[in-house]
Nanobody, 124 residues
Framework: QVQLVESGGGLVQAGGSLRLSCAASGRTFSTYRMGWFRQAPGKEREFVAAISRRSGATYYADSAKGRFTISRDGAKNTVYLQMNTLKPEDTAVYYC?????????????????WGQGTQVTVSS
């Protein structure tokens, strides 16, 4: 089992940047595929980005491509989401997720462990 704790959210103006962090504790970090999801008020939780266990292959939602970058630091057991050129529509609670399964990274049902979320608010 793994425990996930997100941090780094906050209020930022449109065009600004934030870096979210997700610290993992518990079993070996390298065995987990990691993902970021977000949920805006009244909307479903949606995929943002994912990173593979070892190869570092990354995957992004269309809304994140070119603006967001997911990365992981095995020495710190931490996954990051660098968010640039933020837009008001990026406002949401952002969740970190982990899975040992090899199922589709895009679906939230593919992930077994979730953090508590961190709020990101982008003002216009």
């Amino acid at each position: 089992q793994v425990q996930l704790v997100e941090s780094g959210g906050g209020l930022v103006q449109a065009g600004g940047s934030l870096r979210l962090s997700c610290a993992a504790s518990g079993r070996t970090f390298s065995t987990y595929r990691m993902g970021w999801f977000r949920q805006a008020p009244g909307k479903e939780r949606e995929f943002v980005a994912a990173i593979s266990r070892r190869s570092g292959a990354t995957y992004y939602a269309d809304s994140a491509k070119g603006r967001f970058t997911i990365s992981r630091d095995g020495a710190k057991n931490t996954v990051y989401l660098q968010m640039n050129t933020l837009k008001p529509e990026d406002t949401a609670v952002y969740y970190c997720a982990a899975t040992e399964r090899g199922s589709n990274y895009y679906y939230k049902s593919s992930y077994d462990y979730w953090g508590q979320g961190t709020q990101v608010t982008v003002s216009s």
